[in-house]
């Protein structure tokens, strides 16, 4: 590669009309975190859910991109498509621009592949959900598994930390479901709704009020 490109692999998470023929993508990258690059030319060719070799010229806020060649496509269609673009919005939202955050890109990758195998799409949402929000000091990130009791529930807040609840009121989530999700596993079925709303709380709480428009296609 010539002197100049920086280069990574990363993923095409929204793109937007420039002028004729080119446009501006938004990019999650493994290197560079969140940013965005201008794409000229064959600008067809680079979609979103594509695993990508990314390179591009120049610097400051908005560089071209030189190099996308495809190493893994996702196929998602129907729900499982609805669900990438929420994860793709929700990554634009909560994350800083040019912030490298190694964690992010293989969560996401990860999600795409079990939504393209036809999994269940409220079990990958909640695990992706729980390992994009992790990484961004929100509050959960040291939660030991071992120590929570899967009998108990539990509520989190944002000044006093995990602390055990009644169960059922207010933003709570039962001990075996955080569990779950603190270990990376799928959350049990009988409690997937209420995981649901634990989650969507405790994003809403670092989105600070501002809305995910995809979520209302879920």
Known sequence: MSAGI??????????RPLRENSRILDLLTAESGRLSAVVRG????VQPFVLLDLGWRGR???????????????????RSL??????????????????????????????Y????????ADTVLRRAEWALLAPLDSGME??????LDPDAWY?????????PAPAGRGATIPGAALRALVSGHDVPDNQSRVSR???????????????LRTRGLL
């Not at 991109?65 to 190493?71: M, N, Y």
């Open 6 to 15: 920086s280069v990574t692999q990363g993923v095409v998470l929204h793109a």
């Open 42 to 45: 064959k600008a067809g060719s």
């Open 60 to 78: 400051g806020e908005l560089p071209t991109l030189s190099v996308a060649e495809q190493q893994r496509v996702f196929p998602l269609t129907g």
């Open 82 to 111: 609805v669900c990438g673009l929420y994860l793709n919005e929700l990554i634009l939202r909560l994350y800083p621009r040019e912030a490298p955050i190694p964690e992010a890109l293989p969560a996401l990758l990860g999600a």
């Open 113 to 120: 592949a079990r939504l393209a195998a036809g999994e269940r």
């Open 142 to 147: 040291h939660v030991d598994p071992e120590e």
């Open 155 to 163: 509520r989190y807040d944002p000044e006093a930390g995990l602390e």
């Open 197 to 211: 709303d634990f989650m969507r709380w405790l994003i809403d709480t670092h989105l600070a009020g501002r809305p």
